[in-house]
């Protein structure tokens, strides 16, 4: 129970620092100015309104997710080992594995409250514009908001041991590779099986595919966006599976987190 209100303490307080970051509400306004613009672009395209309002809106929500989650996220951690804070906080009754995750939940929060803010715009655009906001636009929200929490528990991983351009470089590179692995996988062996590769080469990127695919996160299971404009039925159980496996990655990055933070030595 100590441990469980250190975490929240350590949330609380993240959270309130976090939303007093000038990178922030770059971010966030930034997103806001591209969701509104998605009106013009739906008058420009030759596409259905609709369809260009929703698909930019929903893109826009987990590309300003990944920028919270690197430019706000990483810092975090770095912060308070530049400024020695994190002596005096760990000096205290706290375990690192505590600082970790209490700031792991701080940032969550300030992305879902993020995500919120994008979604009521989102739905005054679509009642304005006269498109139908449907409920399941709500499930590849919900998705954004699964894949975001990955993608900040990889963040914190890197910056627990990690200068920050590097914990940035290393967590852009797993969310390309968390969104590609599939792809890269099915060309591999879409290219073995049509013989455009010989017999030693094809094993080789076959493995590595594999390696690629099995080892980082596949994020490209929350981009739902394709099946929710054009109103295409999820399959059974892909929420409950989704937040399952999304629960899992998030779980071994804080756990291998708070393991490598609590070997460092900030003296």
């Not at 600082?99 to 715009?121: D, E, P, Q």
Request: net charge positive; proline share 1%.
């Amino acid at each position: 129970m100590q441990s469980l209100k250190h975490i929240a303490i350590i949330a609380q307080n993240t959270f309130r620092e976090s939303i007093r970051d000038k990178i922030l509400y770059n971010i966030v306004f930034l997103a806001i100015a591209l969701t509104l613009f998605s009106i013009v672009l739906g008058e420009w395209s030759v596409f259905d309104r609709s369809y260009v309002i929703k698909s930019t809106t929903l893109s826009v929500m987990s590309l300003s997710g990944l920028l919270i989650s690197i430019f706000v996220g990483i810092s975090l951690v770095q912060k308070e080992i530049q400024r020695r804070t994190v002596l005096t906080l760990l000096s205290k009754p706290i375990s690192r594995a505590a600082f970790i995750i209490g700031k792991y939940f701080g940032l969550l929060a300030v992305v879902a409250v993020h995500l919120m803010i994008l979604t009521v715009l989102f739905y005054l655009m679509l009642l304005v514009t006269g498109a139908e906001p449907t409920a399941s636009l709500l499930t590849a929200i919900y998705l954004i908001f699964c894949e975001m929490a990955v993608v900040i528990a990889v963040a914190l991983l890197f910056s627990s041991f990690s200068s920050t351009i590097l914990s940035a470089l290393f967590t852009l590179g797993v969310y390309f590779a968390g969104h590609l692995s599939d792809q890269l996988l099915e060309q591999v062996k879409f290219a073995s099986r049509m013989g455009e590769l010989n017999d030693s080469s094809s094993i080789l990127l076959e493995k590595t595919a594999v390696v690629i695919h099995a080892v980082f996160p596949g994020l490209y299971r929350f981009n739902v966006t394709t099946y929710v404009v054009h109103n295409v039925a999820l399959p059974d159980m892909y929420l409950l599976w989704n937040s399952l496996y999304a629960l899992g990655y998030v779980g071994v990055f804080l756990a291998i987190a708070s393991w490598w933070f609590s070997r460092r030595d900030f003296l």
